[in-house]
């Protein structure tokens, strides 16, 4: 789909990765997959530059199970069937028992604001402990701070994700950018 003169498919996405990219995780773990587009774009990725490698997502909605056919089938008609490489957990994070030390790379894309405090902070603390690699959290630049019910009912944009929030995260490891509601740390 061509926009404004600018190309945003699925594949001119995965095209601009392939020739950018600097480095090549070897686990993934994402947390809150929503549509599960985010690991169905890593996975035909994957496919494309012939990386086996498995992606884990953890996503709770109901409807999980059913986006992991029906998300990859829309982007990629031609390659879903080979995209077996995704490991779905259709579980709430504080209900699963992580090992995080399983991944160098950890994603959060349009999540963070979907997971109460008291359900997500004991899993980083968690996390902070564990995990030595990437940790990112990116959302829609404008969207940022989010309140408690800002452009979503308060049962689904729960949590107040604002500075203060990535201040927080930003003292536990290296910050490689900040800007608004994008942050890549490394934690070690």
Known sequence: EVIIGKDYSAQSQINFIKNNY???????????????????????????MGIQQQLVVIEPGKDASIFLEETPRHYFPDT???????VLYNAPIHELEIEFDKYDTILMVESLEHILQE????????????????????????????????????????????DTLYDYYAKQGTTNHRNGSHLWLTLS
């Open 119 to 162: 359900q997500f902070d004991p899993k980083f603390e968690q996390l902070k402990s564990q995990f030595k690699g990437e940790f990112i959290i990116v959302n829609w630049i404008s969207y940022h701070p989010i309140a408690v019910g800002q452009y979503a009912p308060p049962n689904i944009h729960c949590r107040l994700v604002d």
């Open 80 to 86: 879903y069937k080979e995209l077996t490489n995704i």
């Open 22 to 48: 600097t480095r090549i995780p070897k686990s993934i773990l994402e947390i809150g997959g929503g549509r599960l587009e985010t690991i169905t774009f890593l996975s035909e990725l994957a496919r494309q």
